[in-house]
């Protein structure tokens, strides 16, 4: 079973600009998280969707926004960039039903740089 | 506020050593606790969770113990190999049974300790 894929790999910004990071669920999959990995903040939650509803939202602005299509794929948006949004972008994706239903797995995260 | 609190921050240990790793926690609705590996560049993945009902899991080289009346939980790597050189990740999560609003998707992590096995 192929695991959970994030596209792209690795993005450069600039300040201002606004981007958009690709999930795609383990299949079977309907929940996916999204995480900001920084070295001073760590993992951190941004938000979490299931059936394209957004059910699970943390502490960061609006500019960050997200959702997911029918078939449980995800996007993230950031836009109006700034320096500090320099990260590693994860995303995670958990079987409902499961008995840990946040047995979360992740991909191998998108690298954004703002220049 | 860091709802997670993990140590130490680093820890370097001989191949054939065990590497601890420890993790407190505040909030006592937690009731999933996972530990994650992460080698540079590559995402966490779940190595071993744990839930309050029992005090200890083993799998393989890797056991959590847990101890809900101290509200700490700890990860013990037995006969530590240069292959296990990463940072592991405690977290904790609300409801797995019985998931509420806040708790959704959410896993809160600790800072991550750096473990080096040397040769």
């Known amino acids: 079973?192929?695991?959970?894929?994030?596209?792209?790999?690795?993005?450069?910004?600039?300040r201002g600009q606004q981007v958009t990071l690709s999930c795609s669920p383990i299949s079977g999959h309907r929940s996916v998280s999204w995480y900001q990995q920084t070295p001073g903040q760590g993992l951190q939650f941004l938000f979490e969707y299931f059936s394209e509803t957004q059910?699970?939202?943390?502490?960061?602005?609006?500019?960050?926004?997200?959702?997911?299509?029918?078939?449980?794929?995800?996007?993230?948006?950031?836009?109006?960039?700034?320096?500090?949004?320099?990260?590693?972008?994860?995303?995670?994706s958990s079987r409902e039903g499961s008995l840990f239903y946040n047995e979360q797995f992740f991909g191998p995260g998108t690298r954004l740089t703002v220049l | 506020q860091q709802q997670v609190k993990q140590s130490p921050q680093s820890l370097i240990v001989q191949k054939g050593?065990?590497?601890?790793?420890?993790?407190?926690?505040?909030?006592?609705?937690?009731?999933?606790?996972?530990?994650?590996?992460?080698?540079?560049?590559?995402?966490?993945?779940?190595?071993?969770?744990?839930?309050?009902?029992?005090?200890?899991?083993?799998?393989?080289?890797?056991?959590?113990?847990?101890?809900?009346?101290?509200?700490?939980?700890?990860?013990?790597?037995?006969?530590?190999?240069?292959?296990d050189s990463a940072t592991y990740f405690c977290a904790a999560s609300i409801g797995s049974r019985?998931?509420?609003?806040?708790?959704?998707?959410?896993?809160?992590?600790?800072?991550?300790t750096q473990v080096v096995v040397t040769p």
């Not at chain 1, 960050?64 to 320099?86: A, C, K, P």
């Not at chain 2, 420890?22 to 909030?27: Q, R, V």
């Not at chain 2, 019985?98 to 991550?112: I, N």
Request: aromatic share 12%; hydrophobic share 30%; charged share 20%.
């Open chain 1, 1 to 14: 079973k192929a695991g959970v894929t994030q596209t792209p790999r690795y993005l450069i910004k600039t």
């Open chain 2, 98 to 112: 019985r998931p509420s609003t806040d708790s959704w998707g959410k896993l809160q992590f600790g800072a991550g």
């Open chain 1, 55 to 92: 059910r699970n939202k943390g502490n960061f602005p609006g500019r960050f926004s997200g959702r997911q299509f029918s078939n449980s794929r995800s996007e993230m948006n950031v836009s109006t960039l700034e320096l500090g949004d320099s990260a590693l972008y994860l995303c995670a």
């Open chain 2, 17 to 83: 050593g065990i590497s601890i790793i420890n993790c407190a926690y505040e909030n006592t609705a937690f009731d999933y606790f996972p530990w994650y590996q992460q080698f540079p560049g590559k995402g966490p993945a779940l190595l071993i969770a744990i839930r309050p009902d029992v005090s200890e899991k083993k799998e393989g080289r890797f056991t959590i113990s847990f101890n809900k009346s101290a509200k700490q939980f700890s990860l013990h790597i037995m006969d530590s190999q240069p292959g």
